[in-house]
């Protein structure tokens, strides 16, 4: 089965430069979720998507931006990286439903940013 | 506001001994959704089961169990006859309804399973 796909899987960067990770969620998922995970943390959630607009935001930085696209795939545009920003970023998709019904969040690999 | 507590930061044990990991959550919603995420040393994020707050039936999948109690807010996870490619961490999660503004996942801290051979 399709899963989701995250590119690319690993970064490194320099401090204050600029990155975008994309993510592909699974065909006919309809909403996409972004989570950063630091060395041994647990994942914090930054933002999510349905039907290619903003419905959540947690913990995200200014200096951080996202969008979906009418093609459902999402990019996190990600400027003046800092050495903190240096993580696991997950994205995770899940399909459309009726009733308000939470669906099973699927997660992608990951990319590994590492900012030097 | 939502919670999840996964007081065991690590455990170790000897193949083939049953293991169980504890959650509990915190939520004011009625409605909440609970998760059990396992992460291999390779670093991604296996999906293992979803539980709605309205179905409070245990399940068995193969050498998984888990045991959901509302009365004391605990979601646990049983692992019988473990092996060593159980090794990984675990997180326990909880959700709101899709469409409020909890239907981000909230993680514990996740449990350090170690499987000695």
């Known amino acids: 089965a399709a899963g989701v796909i995250q590119s690319p899987r690993h970064l490194i960067k320099e401090k204050r430069e600029t990155a975008t990770l994309k993510c592909y969620p699974i065909p006919r998922h309809d909403t996409v979720y972004w989570y950063q995970q630091g060395p041994g943390q647990d994942p914090q959630f930054l933002i999510s998507?349905?039907?290619?607009?903003?419905?959540d935001k947690g913990s995200i930085p200014d200096r951080f931006s996202a969008q979906q696209f009418s093609d459902y795939h999402s990019e996190l545009n990600m400027s003046s990286l800092e050495l903190g920003d240096s993580a696991l970023y997950f994205c995770a998709s899940s399909p459309g439903t009726s009733g308000g019904t939470q669906e099973t969040q699927y997660f992608g690999p990951g990319t590994r940013l590492l900012v030097l | 506001a939502q919670k999840v507590t996964q007081a065991q930061t690590e455990i170790s044990v000897v193949e083939k001994e049953d293991v169980t990991l504890d959650c509990v959550y915190e939520?004011?919603?009625?409605?909440?959704?609970l998760f059990w995420y396992k992460q291999p040393p390779s670093g991604e994020l296996v999906f293992l089961i979803r539980r709605n707050s309205f179905d409070e039936q245990n399940e068995i999948s193969g050498r998984y169990s888990w045991n959901f109690q509302k009365s004391t807010s605990s979601f646990n996870f049983t692992i019988t006859a473990s092996q060593v490619v159980d090794s990984a961490v675990y997180f326990c999660?909880?959700?709101?309804?899709?469409?409020?503004?909890?239907?981000?996942?909230?993680f514990g801290s996740g449990t350090r399973l170690s499987i000695r051979p």
């Open positions: 999660a909880l959700s709101g309804t899709r469409y409020s503004s909890a239907s981000k996942i909230i």
């Open positions: 998507f349905y039907e290619k607009m903003q419905s």
């Open positions: 939520t004011r919603d009625t409605t909440y959704y």
